[in-house]
């Protein structure tokens, strides 16, 4: 007989990325410690994921309060009944808390996302004008992101910052085009760090070939390869830049 797989947060992800996506919004796994990240125009929800309900999960959600007044925890759907006494003594704690709460059901091969307790505003003490800086910061992030390359509850992969991925674009720009200057990379639409991108070379990839002009180095070649889905896409967009002009 075929053991069962043992469930993990990362389970928990792609049916509460998908939930949201109905809904409108664009999704983001792993944003500045946060596990999942929901944006729709100027409304942003955070969902931090356990395996139970716990204080730890509890204290972490109430912590990105500080962010935003809707903060989801989720977790797989308890296999006892949810209407049983100690369940609904957990629900009227959430709901205390002022959270919201999303379980995941695993029938059959497929996977489910239900929203039983949605959040109401956080009325606590500690104003969120007063995190704004890492609210936006937040915001910021996922701005530098071409999509979402992470997902939400990893803790051992490596995650794709907005950082990186410019890097991987520049890196993708010198090896299809050869040598180029910060202008030119610039002119191709790989953003407005990359002077200190290319000084600071903090993987490695890039070396000065003369001044004012760079290349990718064999490192770099080769270790842009792990991220073909991102090679692709910047591929694509330089096709694109260079049909434009």
Known sequence: MKEKKKLQEVDLYKPIQRFFLREGYEVYGEVKDCDIVAV?????????????????????AVKRQKLTNQVYIAIPRPKGRLNSKQWAEKCHLVKRLELGLIVVSFPGNGTKADILIHPTPYTGKIAIGRNKLKRDAILKEIGGRSAD??????SRTKIMTAYKENCIQIACFLD????????????LGAGDKIPSILTNNYYGWFE???RGT????EKGRLEVQEYQELVKYYLEKLGEEGESH
């Open 40 to 60: 729709k125009e100027d409304e942003l929800i955070i969902v931090e994921l356990k395996l139970t309900l716990s204080v730890d999960l509890l204290i972490q």
């Open 208 to 210: 000065r070939i003369k």
């Open 176 to 187: 299809k085009l050869g040598p180029l200057s910060p202008k030119a990379l610039k002119i």
């Open 214 to 217: 760079y290349a990718i180095t």
């Open 149 to 154: 390359f992470n997902v939400g509850g990893s």
